[in-house]
């Protein structure tokens, strides 16, 4: 079996000599052989001017109160080449350039602007010094000292993080090597099944989806819901290769409900096959929490922390995304390494030298500051196709908020949402070329179509990629010949160290512009209060039950309406909620419809159909 030591290796490019280029004049020299492209540079000055144009959390509004036009698209090529090569962002090592040219913002929103960036770029800095980044919940946000622990404000932190990743690649690498093995004749781990939801899976999903080999050491699934179809699915497609699974648990809390029920669900899973579950499972969790004291009462295979100062839909480069990557045969330090690179780069306060900040600035325009359109993420490369969901949670639930920092009532937020090119072609782009111009583009270009050597013809010169290659160039040339906005993002090829470079890039454009709007980026109350409702309908589903076993447990039995169920639970108010509850046992038989049908809610008399004795005691 071939080694796979070097997933965790260490990298040179750790040491952060970083180099980037602001594009302002163009020389490519293509070379058959790699496909890259060079170029020299040189960097031109933001030209300021006087301000035009001032956002607020209203409309841009001129001087008479109307709503101020945003000036047309520049539609002619040559001054189009122009703005594309004053504004091109390269970033040498990481193979990246950012293309914001086809965005309008003006050189007078540029300098209106600027303040707010300095301001923005003063908050991140304190923010990675240890500031509490996160008022609310009293917490320092520090995901960036995860690929740069010299960074954190403290030694034991510091200690924490490495310590960490050489555990993490100590046992990746035992567990591919075959010296930690099932406690079955199988022999080694062969597959592995990741338990979590929200951060805790889009993150691992998408670099699964990215950068796993096509005969990984360990296969990965995910159960991330609920669903109990969804669960029993993952389960019978593992088949006999259960013993022979291991099994990551991930939950900050450990009393994530959905990970909660996905772990209890599997534990069943194990004792009906006759399996130890704690000899294959390994906890991703806070110290001390109840998933934590539960692996290490149970005695599971292994424990790895989640900090407190990590949120999850910014935890990919800690144990949450490291080591189901790991397992997978991916180089982690690698994936690190790219992430490191582009912080560097993001910390910079010259604008347009700050791929982030561009990316701020775009979307800052394109909605007015106020989530005004949505951002359409295209990524032309299968491989990066779950990019989009997972842009969507950093994004979304760190954008969505319905106060700023000051107590005012914003309903911040920026739509995201995807597909894959040249998929797309044949499902939406007809509408955003022609339809409710509600939107703007972020294209992700890759350059490497295949490996050195397996490319080939179709047709004379022309590949199968030409055509992937054609299609996005085309698709963003006809959008913004319709005043349709993009940016496209372009990587040389998909390797753990650019996509460890976008996801960092992705994570401080979003701490930029939640500066630039005034909230707080790494709270999400909406969630919670979602939590909560949920945990109010399952105690109220208790209630019922109990009315009902009541009932059924009377000489003769007793079904009962819907306005009597209701009433017996003390909640005429919540009558439809209870309807909800009674449709959904009686699908699943666990209430019997006496009477009527659940289509027709005030005809249906229901009841359990026995009689629990203990719980009618209870």
């Keep these: 079996m071939a080694s796979f030591s070097g997933l965790c290796s260490s990298s040179p490019s750790l040491h952060l000599k970083h180099k980037h280029n602001q594009i ?25 001017q006087s301000v035009a144009r ?3 959390t209203d409309l841009t509004k001129a001087n008479d109160g109307l709503p101020k036009p ?10 189009l080449w122009r703005r594309y090569v004053d504004w091109l962002y390269q970033h040498k090592e990481l193979g990246l350039y950012l293309d914001v040219s086809r965005i309008g913002f003006t050189d007078e929103f540029v300098a209106e602007m600027e303040p707010r960036f300095q301001a923005a770029f003063k908050a991140m800095e304190e923010l990675e010094k240890g500031a509490i980044a996160n008022p609310d919940e009293g917490r320092m946000v520090g995901h960036y000292w995860l690929r740069n622990s010299k960074l954190a404000p403290k030694k034991s932190l510091q200690q924490q993080i490495e310590n960490t990743l050489d555990a993490i690649c100590k046992f990746a690498d035992e567990i591919i090597s075959g010296k930690i093995k099932p406690p079955s004749p199988a022999g080694r781990f062969t597959q592995v099944l990741s338990v979590g939801i929200g951060g805790s899976a889009l993150g691992p999903q998408f670099v699964a989806e990215a950068l796993a080999p096509d005969n990984p050491p360990l296969k990965i699934r995910f159960i991330d819901n609920t669903d109990p179809a969804g669960i029993d699915h993952q389960i019978a497609q593992l088949g006999s290769e259960l013993a022979s699974t291991l099994v990551i648990v991930i939950s900050k809390s450990g009393g994530t409900p959905e990970t909660r029920n996905g772990l209890l669900e599997v534990q069943k899973a194990f004792r009906d096959a006759g399996l130890d579950f704690a000899k ?64 560097e780069s993001t910390r910079t306060r010259v604008l347009k030298d700050n791929p982030a900040a561009l990316l701020a600035l775009c979307w800052y325009w394109a909605t007015d500051g106020v989530g005004s359109k949505d951002m359409v993420v295209l990524p032309y490369k299968d491989s990066l196709l779950l990019l989009s969901r997972y842009l969507q949670q950093l994004v979304m639930e760190s954008l969505g908020k319905e106060f700023d920092l000051d107590g005012n009532r914003v309903n911040q937020g920026l739509t995201v949402y995807g597909n894959k090119g040249s998929t797309d072609q044949h499902a939406y782009i007809q509408q955003l070329r022609e339809g409710v111009h509600n939107f703007f583009v972020t294209f992700i270009e890759v350059l490497r ?33 319709n005043d349709r906005e993009s940016i ?16 960092a890039l992705y994570e401080r454009a979003v701490g930029i512009y939640a500066s630039l709007i005034n909230i707080n980026a790494y709270h999400q109350p909406g969630v919670e209060a979602g939590k909560k409702a949920a945990g109010e309908v399952l105690a109220l589903q208790k209630r019922v039950l109990a009315v009902l076993n009541e009932a059924s447990c009377k000489e003769p039995v007793e079904p009962l309406t819907l306005e009597e169920v209701a009433e017996r639970c003390h909640a005429p108010e919540e009558i439809e909620m209870i309807y909800k509850i009674i449709a959904h046992m009686a699908a699943n038989d666990r209430a019997l419809i006496a009477e009527g049908s659940c289509g027709s809610p005030r005809s249906i008399k229901v009841f359990l159909g026995e009689c629990n004795v203990d719980q009618l005691y209870a």
């Design 449 to 481: 179509d295949r490996p050195p050597g397996h490319d080939w013809e179709l047709e004379p010169g022309v590949t199968c990629g030409d055509y992937l290659f054609g299609m996005l160039q085309g698709t963003r040339s006809a959008l913004y010949a």
């Design 280 to 343: 294959q499972g390994v906890a991703i969790t806070q110290e001390n929490s109840l998933l934590d004291n539960t692996a290490r009462i149970e005695g599971w295979l292994a424990r790895f922390p989640m900090f407190d100062w990590v949120g999850g839909r910014t935890s990919e480069m800690s144990a949450v995304g490291l080591l189901p990557a790991a397992l997978q045969g991916i180089n982690i330090r690698e994936m690190l390494a790219g992430a490191a690179l582009m912080d």
């Design 70 to 79: 945003k000036r047309g698209l520049e539609k002619d090529p040559h001054a």
């Design 54 to 56: 001032e956002v607020s």
């Design 24 to 48: 302002t004049k163009l020389i490519p020299a293509f070379r058959k052989d790699s496909l890259s492209c060079t170029f020299q540079s040189r960097t031109k000055s933001v030209a300021v």
């Design 488 to 503: 496209t993002a372009t990587v040389q090829e998909v390797t753990p160290r650019s996509v460890g470079g976008l996801v």
